[in-house]
């Protein structure tokens, strides 16, 4: 069983920057698509981003450009490194593991374990 702890949310204003760090617990990290999504006070899940296990990455089109999302499987840890962000961005962002030895990189994929999420506030 995984989990997955969320870090590094917090207030910015527009045009700034954070970085989002995902660690997952458990010793095979390195085979799992990783995922980050978020969700908007009244507002659905939305996918944001998504690196597999061979670092092929992809990306929602309101993020490309601005946003992204890189692994370290060392330290267990998948990174979302968020530059010029919009109040739009404002959200809870979650990682979530996905397939093992997935070639694909495509947001639908099932994912199995989220994290609790963390809070990012961007101020205009």
């Known amino acids: 069983q995984a989990q997955l702890v969320e870090s590094g949310g917090g207030l910015v204003q527009a045009g700034g920057s954070l970085r989002l760090s995902c660690q997952a617990s458990g010793r095979t990290f390195s085979v799992y698509t990783m995922g980050w999504f978020r969700q908007a006070p009244g507002k659905e899940r939305e996918f944001v981003a998504t690196?597999?296990?061979?670092?092929?990455?992809y990306y929602s089109d309101s993020v490309k450009g601005r946003f992204t999302i890189s692994r370290d499987n060392a330290k267990n840890t998948v990174y979302l490194q968020m530059n010029s962000l919009r109040p739009e961005d404002t959200a809870v962002y979650t990682c979530a593991r996905g397939p093992r030895y997935s070639s694909s990189v495509d947001p639908r994929a099932a994912y199995d374990y989220w994290g609790q999420g963390t809070q990012v506030t961007v101020s205009s």
């Open positions: 690196v597999n296990w061979s670092g092929n990455t």
